[in-house]
């Protein structure tokens, strides 16, 4: 017979940060068991690190989540341009800005089938 402990959670935490450490947990729990590509990987942790200290409005988050959930999917079907895509759009709603260093690819098309 298994028994699960209970771990007793922090109270007090904020929602964003609840939310940030969810996406955390589930982007890098679905990354082990994944066969995404590397670089579809890399921006879903850039992501979710890039979220990690961000204060969204209950709106931002609402739009948040299903854009990350439609990168995720693509970058699991191997789609690479269209999850780099949502990817985008999820940094935008969030306001989130990143500086293209030499290394970066051109911005992806906004083919999101």
């Not at 191997?78 to 935008?92: D, H, V």
């Amino acid at each position: 017979m298994r028994v699960a402990a209970k771990v007793p959670r922090e109270s007090g935490g904020s929602f964003t940060g609840e939310l940030v450490r969810s996406l955390t947990v589930v982007l890098a729990t679905t990354l082990v068991f994944t066969d995404a590509r590397a670089d579809c990987r890399l921006e879903l942790e850039l992501i979710g690190a890039d979220l990690k200290g961000v204060e969204l409005t209950e709106q931002q988050k609402q739009q948040l989540a299903p854009l990350v959930d439609d990168a995720l999917k693509r970058c699991r079907l191997g789609r690479e341009e269209a999850a780099q895509y949502f990817l985008a759009k999820a940094r935008a709603v969030a306001g989130i800005v990143r500086e293209p260093d030499e290394l970066d690819e051109p911005p992806p098309s906004p083919d999101k089938n």
